[in-house]
């Protein structure tokens, strides 16, 4: 083996060497920025499970409003406490399962979680007077001219 053979090798293995360090930090990274989101989630779902039972206080316990309170509470704290308990790398392979069990429900589930983000981001705008002013077009983002008004 000639000195080029050596060194070309040597730079194969140093590559190779350096691709998986960088795979490794890249699933590392990914895995701690999915269980930061996770535990946001779970954060959030627990304020929602908080209001909805301090919404349910103000209703009589045996109303319909009561019952159904009650109902979506329950819904959203088994949801959480198996957030809690499995870990990320397990979720992501129960979420790729049903990707590919059902195709159409979870395109159509992604589809509607991009909406309710967007309508949510849209409605925490800070000024929401800013784009309601009386020459603002919705369509165009941009003030129109109405005949002379300003």
């Not at 209001?51 to 979506?72: D, N």
């Not at 959480?80 to 059902?102: H, I, Q, S, W, Y």
Request: net charge negative.
């Amino acid at each position: 083996m000639t000195n080029a053979d050596s060194t070309i090798d040597t730079a194969r293995k140093r590559a190779s060497e350096m691709a998986g360090t960088a795979k490794d930090y890249a699933a590392a990274s990914a895995e701690e920025t999915a269980e930061a989101a996770r535990d946001d989630a779970v954060d959030s779902a627990d304020d929602v499970v908080n209001a909805t039972r301090a919404a349910r206080g103000e209703f009589e316990p045996g109303s319909f409003e009561a019952k159904a309170l009650r109902q979506i509470e329950t819904q959203i704290s088994n949801v959480t406490n198996r957030l809690r308990e499995k870990p990320v790398d397990e979720m992501l392979d129960d979420v790729g399962a049903f990707a590919r069990r059902n195709p159409l429900l979870f395109l159509g589930g992604a589809a509607l979680a991009g909406f309710a983000t967007m309508r949510f981001l849209k409605s925490d705008d800070a000024d929401p007077e800013e784009h309601h002013a009386p020459d603002y077009d919705p369509w165009t983002g941009s003030a129109q001219d109405r005949g002379g008004r300003q």
